[in-house]
């Protein structure tokens, strides 16, 4: 079984159908993000009856100043969520700095509420990374998940010793970041991502089906010198763990 575990199921559009088929047929684990309520909604849809699909609320620092005002309202759609995400900060593609106070605030109710009622939250640290690290060491956070790191080495270490997992995607071929990360990860904290069909236009500028993590992983096999199998299943595990301690 291959992990993809940061996607947005909405980003496929007219082509879901496609997408899940894809999933199913090269047995593709996929945590679903959100990037809001709406979203949750749409990836409990297309989740349901699959085990294959983990639907995730989360609201994503981009959209939190949408959301602010109340957020107590979201504490059902937490608990009843496997994983939470996507959630965190970003101080990079967001420019305008009155919006960090939204982002914080949503943020650190997010996080309250992974530690609450014991969720794995999927995070964003955009240019926002030390900050993100001190929110974990404020809070008792289980498997920590931080996806496609991009931030300075003393964090990462950091986080590393503070037991986050971390998402490898589909930069891994050509960011010198992302390759140093997976060569240095344990490899009991390494997980997949393809983050949608959108990310892979950052690299190439086409839009990418679930199966490109079958590149992802292969290429994590090479920079480990690892068989290809064998960090495959021991990706699965990594996650299965995180799926069973998570309430
Ligand atoms: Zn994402």
Known sequence: MYVDAHTHLEQFEDKIGDAINKMEKDKIMSVACSMNP?????????????????PAFGIHPWEAHKFVDDLDV?????????????????????????????QRKVFEYMLSRCQRYEKSPNMHTKGAESEILEYLMRYEIKNPIIHWYSGPRD???????????????????????TRDLVKSLPKDKILTETDGPDALKWINGKRGYPSEI????????????????EIKSQIYDNLTKILSQSK
């Open 38 to 54: 709406g979203s949750y909604e749409y990836s409990k849809k297309f989740a349901e009856g699959k085990d294959l699909i983990i």
């Open 155 to 177: 964090v990462f270490e950091k986080l590393v010793d503070r037991g986050c997992y971390f998402t490898i995607g589909v930069d891994v071929y050509n960011s010198k970041i």
């Open 74 to 102: 979201f504490d059902s759609c937490i608990m009843e969520s496997q994983l939470i995400g996507e959630i965190g900060l970003d101080f990079y593609w967001i420019t305008n700095n009155k919006f960090y106070s939204y």
């Open 214 to 229: 079958k590149k992802v992983v292969r290429e994590i096999s090479i920079l480990l010198n690892m068989d290809e199998e």
